[in-house]
């Protein structure tokens, strides 16, 4: 099933609704801005790559809907929408990055009527998909060079095929080594509040046909202490120029246990996640979420006293040093990473 499409008549945006998994697999079809904002605002579609496809086809059909009588208008009102989409969620860089590469195409083509931007919109978004695509295989070839037949892989939150388009980035390499007859097993941890893994990496591996099995976060020091983990293998939201990088809350705490026992921990993620504006991790805006996730959510009952306090943010940043390599689609990037990430762009 497509994870991000045009709808039909290209007025709306249709994608898996992410937040019903593993129980229910439903598409939906979002027509309005407001449907767009709350659907990457409460996860119903969620994963850096995934985020900017759906964007800009969000972008896309929100462009069909303005009736402006100039360019200079129809600009004006697109912005206006990319900024209102963009705020949904500041950390994932990807976000941005596909809002801002189809403002480029309308500002660059003024002098090209309307209904032509509109085209070169709908031909961008698609690209834009194309393209992750090609990035997902490319990331899962290199992946696949670091591991071997029978490894054990620990994984943290969910970066496969409904994070991006397909074959995802962490979970690329092992379904890419499935599909080649090679053998692996995946220790998944939940990843607490919203079990992405649970929900998402678990299903995902599981219909994949991968040995998997599914951990509380709090025993991944146990299965690593016990030598059942060669690797970890983790997705991004945002790196930093120095190699920082921003994953989901608790991918910090995996990165110093592995750190401890002297687990290789692997960063996967498209060039499109890296931020050169960004200097260090410090630089990177964590999103704080309702405090009511943790102990509301996903629960029939509260699982703690109504008027207690919670703390959720939905990123932690994992310093370079413990990072061993950042797979990208261009290649492996190892320490020092200011000059392996900076080649990159050269």
């Given amino acids: 099933m497509d994870n ?20 229910e697999e439903r598409t939906i079809t979002l027509t309005t801005i407001e449907e767009m904002y709350d659907a990457i605002y409460k996860l119903r579609v969620r994963g850096a790559p995934a985020i900017g496809i759906f964007a800009s086809f969000c972008l896309y059909v929100l462009a069909n809907k ?26 994932a860089v990807n976000l941005s ?44 070839e290199h992946g696949l ?40 097993k995946v220790f998944a941890d939940e990843t607490r509040p919203l079990l992405q893994g649970a929900r998402l990496t678990s299903y ?6 991968v040995d998997v099995t599914l951990i509380c976060d709090n025993m991944a020091a146990m299965v690593m202490k016990d030598g059942k983990i060669n690797a970890c293998f983790v997705g991004c939201d ?15 705490g995996v990165a110093i246990l592995a750190k401890h026992y002297n687990i290789p921990f692997y960063v996967f ?22 405090q009511q996730e943790i102990k509301n959510n996903l629960f029939e009952k509260p699982t703690a006293p109504e008027g207690v306090k919670c703390y959720n943010p939905s990123f932690d940043v994992t310093d370079h040093s413990l990072i061993t390599a950042i797979i990208t689609q261009k290649g492996i990037c190892r320490p020092p990473y200011t000059s392996s990430i900076a080649a990159l762009f050269e």
């Fill in 97 to 140: 990055w596909a809002l801002s590469r189809m403002l480029k195409v309308a500002e660059s083509n003024k002098n090209c009527n309307i209904a032509e931007i509109k085209q070169m919109l709908y031909k961008e978004s698609v690209d834009i998909k194309t393209e992750d695509i090609a990035m997902c295989k490319a990331i899962s």
């Fill in 66 to 91: 303005i009736e402006a009588d100039n360019i200079d208008t129809f600009i004006s009102i697109l912005k206006k929408d990319a900024d209102y989409l963009n705020s949904s969620r500041p950390t």
């Fill in 204 to 209: 995902e591996l599981y219909k994949a046909g």
């Fill in 238 to 252: 945002r790196v930093a120029a120095n190699g920082d990088t921003a994953n989901k809350i608790g991918t910090l």
């Fill in 145 to 184: 060079s670091l591991i071997k037949d029978g490894d054990g892989i620990l994984t943290h939150c969910n970066a496969g095929p409904l994070a991006t388009s397909k074959y995802g980035t962490a979970l690329g390499p092992i379904l890419l080594g499935v599909e080649r007859g090679i053998n692996f």
């Fill in 4 to 23: 991000v499409a045009f709808s039909t008549k290209m007025d709306g945006v249709v994608i898996i609704d992410q937040t019903l998994l593993p129980n």
């Fill in 269 to 290: 993620g498209p060039t499109s996640t890296i931020d050169l504006e960004c200097k260090t991790g410090n630089d990177i805006k964590i999103e704080l979420r309702d």
